[in-house]
Every structure is written in C-alpha cells, then in structure tokens.
C-alpha cells in the first residue's frame, strides 16, 4: 500500500506494523560536515538511435527535471528502417548530406539544456559493402572526407556536439561490425582525422568497447598504441557493461583505467562509461528495469561511481523506450517509470554532500544513503537495493532549516503511478509538510527496491548567473589515476569541484575552455578544510592561457601563496609551458576575485582562453567549488 504521510514523517504517530529492533539501522545525518566525493552531475543518458524524432518531440520536455549533462545517441546510419539512417546518402563519389532532423534534435536539446553526445555509427550507405550497414567502408579516404564534413557541418552552423564518438561497440561480435579491431583501429584513425579537419575543437574518442574484459586488454593496448603512432586525438576512452555480473560496470572500469594508466600521453584521456544499466540480464517486460529496484541499483552505480573520479561520464541505457527493450525510464507511450522518479530525486540534491553516520559496513544490509545541503535546500536520499525489506531511523544533525516545508517523495512498487493508473504520471510529492513537524528523527520503512526522498527548504531561490564566455569544452588531466582525488567541471551549474578527499598528497585539475570572454570576469571560490604545507607541489591557483589567432601564446597564473619552483608545474593544454607572469591573489581561497583578461592579455587576444583550476596537495580534508562569472554592471 501506498505509505501514509506519518509513516513516512513520524512513526510516534503511526499504527503501522512494529519493527523488530534488528531489523532497523539507526544512522545520522550531520548537515553541518561536509564529507567525500559531491553529488555531482557527471550522470548522463543514452538512447538507441532507434528513437524518432517524434517521440523526442513528445517527451523532451521530461529532460527538464533531470540534471544530465549529455544525451548520448547512436546515429544508425546506413540501417534502411531507422530514423537517421539517410544523414549520408548519394554515393561513394558524390555523398549528399541530410542534418535536417539531427539539427532540430541538436535545438530541442539544448532547449532543455542538454548537450548532444553522438555516437557516429554505423556504415552509410554510400560506403557500404554488398548493401551491408556492417561491413565497410568501400574507402577510407571517402570516410575521413565523410567525418570532415560532418564536423564541418555543425561548426558552420554554431551546434555545438559536445562529443564525437567513432562507431559503437565494434568487439560486439557481428552484431554491429563485421571486421576485427584492427580493423576498427584504422576506421577511428581516419575518422578521427576528419573530424579534426572539419573542427579542431571536436572532442574525439573511442573505442566504444562492448566487452572490454572479453576483448582484453592485448587489443586495447595494440588500438591505443596505433592511435599514439598516428598522431590522432583521443580525448575520452568509451566502454559499456550491461549486468552479468552484480557491481560489473564497477570492474570493467577499473580494468579501462589499468590499461590507460600505462601511458603518459593519456593523462589527458576522460574515462566514459557511455552505455551502462546496473541490472542482471535479461532485460524483460515488467522486470526490475521497469520497477523500484531498477531505480534502486541506478542509485547505487550512482554513488560507487561517484568514487571512480576519473569517470568523468556515466550514461545510463536509457531515457526512452525503444519497443525492443524495455529498459527506458520511458515508455513508448510517454510515461515515465520508477528509474526515472530515482535520477530526478538525485539531480535535485545539491552537490555539497554532507556527512551520513551509521550505514552498514560495505552497505551489507542493503541500504543506502545520501545527504546534501546548499543555501538553498537540504537534502536525504535513501534506498534499498536487497530483496527484504529494511528501515531506517535518521537522526538530523545541524539541520540548516528550522522553518519551512519538507517535500517527502516515495517511490515503491505498491505507490508507483505506473503500474497503478493508465493516466499521466506527475512526479508529485506524497506529503509536504512543516519541517517542525519532522522533529529531530524520521523513520521511513524501504521494501526491497523502495527510494524515499526528503527535501527541506525554506521557499528561497537563489538566482542563477549567467555563463562568462561560450563554452567550447572540458579539459582534464589525471596524472595519478585511481587516487581518491577529484576535478570536475559541471557544466549543468557551471562550476568547478576539487577535492583531495582523503588524499595526503595528490592533485585535482580541471580546466574549461571558452570564447567570447569580456574583458573582466569575477571567480568567486568557496574553499573548505584546512590549507597545509604538504610539500613542494603545494598550491591552489587559477591560470588563463590565451589565444591569438589559433595558437596560445600567453599564460598568466593566479596564484594564493607563492609556489615552490621545484612543483610539478606541468599544465597539457594551451602553452604547455610556464606561466609567463604570476599574479599573487590573497583573494583567491576566500572569496571572490576579479581577473583582469584583457589588461593581461597579449595583443591581438581572440577572446578566447583556457581557465585551469588547480588545487594540488593542500591537504587531505580541503575542498573547493569555483564558479566564474561575468562582473555585474
């Protein structure tokens, strides 16, 4: 039955069946601590390119409650029957191009503030050999020119394709490709090749790996060292698990970055686990996926992934239904499923985590929580991932609401709207009430696969600021892979999170790269823990790196201390050099900071310039957000 709202508020007032006192898992939230990795938003989405144009007409307007910073799709190309299968059309020698409805879908999506992920697959028909969308292409020359063009394309026409990705899981038997990864290597060579001469700021990459413990790492070893001796781009390494194996998504990350962390010139490379669903196949009608518990696992990749810091994006499969699996949080008819109720109650939580006492160790029991709070809201979200039932008592801890309202979300298979009503489905709460009357403690009961959300607020908004410059893309560098250290830039609020999180030495870096600057932005920082003298690389600075014309010529560094010239200094974008002049900014950790671009810059700037965010060994309780922002007039 669907909870009552003093089950779900204050069990001292409910009749409802006794726990036994084993049964319940007494837990903590202190909102005043802040704790670990921050509820970023480096979750994103992935649909089958068998999805209309049509059914995202319909349904985008559900992307505008879901932080997602990217919609990954597989293009089809080449596939008679499916949606974009005619972009490329003509032949060999003549191709013609068709971006009308891929275009409309670049435009909706950035309506709700999503950016395009395009997985560019598979063979179209111009290129194919004996009529087969698998087998190809006739030649590698017309295929680079192919990629040329359609980066060209968007550039010309200002669409910014957040990611370009070359084919899509190639190693899946022949499913998809019918050729080894040898071959594959040589079609992501030139691909890679064309699409940097038709926009050198494509972000570019691969291998889109179905089964990278299958494949092994003898053939990723041999695509990467292919790629390093061709000279070709690679900035982020693409891989997919869908459940064999409980936690497999987990595993089959850990062997990408073994394999990365190998080599140097990969430091730069963002892991993306670009296609994913943390359930066990087989993916059936009326399964897990399309109940509480497939919103139950996703939260639990969520927050394990959450700790895989140099995943930088984790899509999950997927958004819409496609009427061959049903593994969208949408069905084919619009509606929305438990999986989708478990992403919107992450995204409303606030990055700022804070800290959850209590839990079972290595969550044993198979409950999980997650809490977080911002001037705006505070936020408890919890889950139960086991096959038995299990509740939590919470006890509120510095609680930075003490007025106001508490929306309290359930979400379960006896409360869910899908299953019980044929009607539109709202997400909507089960109760709001005062938070006074949710008193020092709140008991909640999770049957197997249950997710309960409460949110506090005091009704404020803050004001959301607009964008200094126009983002062309993410740089990250990972020069000690697998260090519990994070860098992430969220473009959803556009801010900057680093961390050492534990770490006693390590470095968090995180840059982001724009045109269109004005002449003076405002860096404002919120800085936590406590700043030490670790060693020689000790620092927290900010460096802009300048272009003119299409080169970067300058670098100015704003710094908080005075830095130790023995550091490792090494930036890999822009320059690629020292600083030609530092600035000492005693601003820079406390508040906020005024840079002066054009009174820095060298003659001739573009407008255009990277901002490096670097936090390196300051120790291992010290955070910070960052957040530039154009000077109000």
């Known amino acids: 039955m669907e909870p009552t709202v003093t089950e779900a508020v204050n069990p001292a007032e409910t009749e409802s069946i006794p726990v036994k006192k084993e049964q319940l898992t007494a837990i903590a939230v202190d909102f005043s601590k802040r704790e670990g990795v921050p509820l970023i938003k480096k979750f994103a989405l992935f649909n089958s390119g068998m999805v209309a144009l049509n059914q995202y007409e319909r349904d985008a307007h559900l992307l505008d409650g879901l932080r997602t910073d990217s919609l990954r799709i597989d293009i089809f190309m080449g596939n008679e029957g499916q949606p974009f299968a005619h972009v490329v059309d003509g032949t060999a020698e003549d191709m013609t191009y068709h971006f009308e409805e891929l275009d409309s879908l670049v435009g909706l999506l950035e309506e709700h503030g999503v950016r395009p992920y395009w997985s560019w697959c598979y063979i179209p028909f111009p290129l194919q050999q004996d009529g087969d969308w698998r087998k190809g292409p006739v030649s590698l020359e017309q295929w680079q020119s192919m990629f040329r063009e359609l980066a060209a394309h968007y550039r010309e026409q200002g669409l910014r394709i957040a990611y370009h990705e070359v084919y899509n899981e190639p190693d899946c038997g022949d499913t998809f490709f019918l050729g080894t990864m040898e071959d594959y290597t040589e079609l992501y060579i030139r691909a890679a090749r064309g699409l940097k001469e038709g926009d050198p700021d494509a972000v570019i990459g691969g291998p889109s790996t179905a089964f990278i413990n299958l494949t092994g790492a003898a053939a990723m070893h041999s695509f990467l060292e292919k790629v390093l001796e061709e000279n070709v781009p690679l900035d982020f390494f693409s891989y997919h698990s869908y ?67 140099d995943v930088t994006l984790a899509h999950w499969a997927q958004f819409l239904d496609t009427g061959y699996e049903p593994l969208g949080s949408v069905d084919t008819k619009g509606r929305i499923k438990a999986p989708y109720w478990a992403y919107w109650m992450y995204s409303q939580m606030p990055e700022e985590r804070v800290l959850v006492k209590g839990l079972p160790e290595e969550n044993e029991a198979g409950l999980h929580a997650l809490a977080s709070a911002d001037a705006e809201s505070a936020c408890i979200l919890l889950w139960n991932d086991a096959t038995e039932s299990r509740t939590a008592e919470i006890r509120l801890e510095n609680s930075p609401f003490t007025s106001g309202k508490c929306e309290i979300y359930v979400m379960n298979d006896e409360s869910d709207p899908y299953w019980q009503s044929e009607g539109e489905i709202k997400l909507q709460p089960q109760a709001t009430v005062d938070v006074q009357e949710t008193g020092e403690s709140i008991t909640v009961d999770l049957p197997a696969g249950g997710i309960a959300f409460y949110r506090f607020s005091d009704g404020a908004v803050m004001e959301k600021t607009e964008r200094a410059g126009t983002m062309i893309r993410k740089h990250y560098y990972f020069p000690e892979r697998g260090k519990k250290s994070y860098s992430f830039y969220d473009e959803t609020d556009n801010t900057v999170y680093l961390g050492m999180n534990g770490e006693y030495s390590a470095r968090a870096i995180v840059a982001e790269e724009l045109k269109s600057l004005p002449d003076i932005v405002q860096l404002e920082c919120l800085f936590g823990g406590r700043y030490q003298e670790i060693d020689s690389n000790t620092s927290f600075s900010v460096r802009i790196d300048y272009a003119v014309g299409e080169d970067y010529t300058k670098a100015v560094l704003y710094t908080f201390m005075p830095m130790n010239p023995r550091r490792d200094s090494t930036v890999p974008w822009g320059t690629k050099r020292e600083a030609d002049s530092v600035i000492l900014c005693d601003t820079l950790l406390i508040g906020n900071s005024w840079l002066m671009l054009k009174s820095n810059a060298p003659e001739g700037w573009s407008g255009r310039a990277i901002i490096t965010y670097d936090m390196h060994s300051t120790g291992e309780d010290t955070w910070a957000e960052l957040k530039l922002k154009p000077v109000e007039e």
């Open 243 to 309: 459940g064999c194996d409980t936690y497999q998504y987990i595993s089959r990350t850990r062997q990408a970055r073994e394999i990365l962390a190998q080599y140097v010139d990969f430091d730069t490379t963002e892991l993306h686990l670009n296609e994913y669903n943390s359930l066990i196949q087989p993916f059936l009608s009326d399964g897990p996926a399309e109940h509480s518990m497939g919103g139950a696992t996703m939260l639990t990749s969520f927050e394990q992934l959450l700790e895989e810091t």
